[in-house]
């Protein structure tokens, strides 16, 4: 074993020349393979921030698709508000107008197929007049609209009798008719608005949840997150289906204005995008898993992994075939010198040895 040894040592010792030749095409190979590393990790790291572009841009149509509903609901609602027999009606019962007048504006009003229905408050009367009837408070809650989780007390007081003179919208239940259930997104204007003093009475807007919930769903669908909308005080409005509860790290987190960022949701890196609109103050947050965005770009990396195996395998074979043609005259020219002193093969130990030798 030690023979055999020995003499590959010896033979490896005098092809020295070679071993050059060989390691300088190995190190030109890795080079190449080295530039073909970091292109690939540039690469890689340019997918990772298009990705969250995308999913920025698509949280940012959903705010747009969104606040464009609102808009015409708050557009709607202007209509509403703003008419001259309300704010008669609103002060005078015994004005010239009638509830059967306001009914008819009512009626004739251009609704879009996302708001359910509609209806106005007096607190003076107690009465609910909506389009096409006029009834009390309690019997309209009774046998038109009641809430989950809210009892009539409780609607009356909180919904009806608010003090609060700014727009509110809220995410409710809806039993309409003791037997449909219903999302919707109530929409409550104070009235009058041009006053201070007690509210007389409410204007309120339903919103079926469903046609928003389409837009985010779609966004769900598209980009494979979770997506959630909160009015501006952090309290969920809605979120895509089948989506856990947003983190209370992330709920209750300081954002800026609009952006995206990674963070770790327990066991799971997920890639947030949020958004504040400027219109209705509502956020909208955007949570990607990274193994979802990551899966084109784990396959793109187990196929350049692949081709980098098989380039630089192929290369080290190139290398050795360029090193031994290009060292093989070399070896014909040391074998000949050597043979032509006979008795002493291995007078060169290496072609090295014989050229320092001609140098001095």
């Known amino acids: 074993m030690l023979a055999l040894i020995k003499k ?6 005098r092809r020295k020349i070679f071993l050059v030749f060989l390691t300088s095409y190995i190190l030109i190979l890795v080079l190449a393979m080295l530039s073909y590393v970091l292109y690939y990790k540039r690469f890689e790291e340019k997918m990772l921030e298009n990705e969250k572009r995308i999913s920025f841009s698509m949280l940012e149509q959903l705010k747009i698709d969104v606040d464009n509903k609102i808009q015409q609901a708050d557009e709607f609602l202007n209509n509403m508000i703003f008419n001259k027999k309300l704010d008669i ?18 009626m004739a009003y251009t609704k879009s197929d996302y708001i359910y229905d509609y209806y106005i408050y007096f607190s003076k009367t107690d009465e609910i007049v909506t389009a096409t009837l006029k009834s009390d408070a309690k019997f309209f809650y009774d046998n038109f609209y ?4 809210m009892n009539f007390k409780e609607w009356h007081n ?3 009798h608010s003090h609060n003179k700014n727009r509110v919208v809220t995410a409710v239940r809806l039993n309409a008719y003791n037997s449909e259930k219903r999302a919707i997104i109530a929409i409550t204007q104070p009235l009058p608005v041009s006053q201070s003093n007690d509210t007389l009475g409410q204007a309120v807007i339903l919103i079926d949840q469903t046609k928003i919930r389409e837009v985010v769903d779609k966004t769900n669908w598209i980009s494979g997150a979770s997506v959630y909308i909160m009015d501006k005080n ?14 209370e790290d992330l709920r209750n987190m300081e954002y800026p204005l609009n952006t995206i960022f990674d963070f770790n949701s327990g066991n799971d890196k997920v890639t947030v995008s949020y958004y504040i609109s400027e219109k209705t103050g509502w956020r909208y947050v955007l949570l990607i898993p990274r193994s979802s965005y990551l899966t084109e770009i784990n396959r793109i990396q187990v196929f350049a992994v692949i081709i980098f195996l098989i380039c630089f395998m192929s290369g080290c074979i190139l290398a050795y075939v360029l090193a031994y043609r290009n060292y093989r005259p070399i070896r014909e020219i040391s074998e000949t010198i050597n043979g032509m002193f ?10 090295f040895d014989y050229w320092c030798e001609q140098c001095t």
Do not use: C, F, W
């Open 8 to 13: 590959a040592a010896n033979k490896i010792h």
């Open 89 to 106: 009606l609103l002060t005078d019962s015994q004005s010239v107008y009638t509830y059967k007048d306001l009914m008819g504006d009512l």
């Open 146 to 149: 009641s809430y989950e989780g």
């Open 158 to 160: 909180s919904l009806l």
């Open 234 to 247: 952090g309290k969920e409005i809605l979120s895509s289906k089948d989506s856990e509860p947003l983190p």
């Open 342 to 351: 006979s008795g002493s093969e291995n007078r060169y130990n290496n072609e």
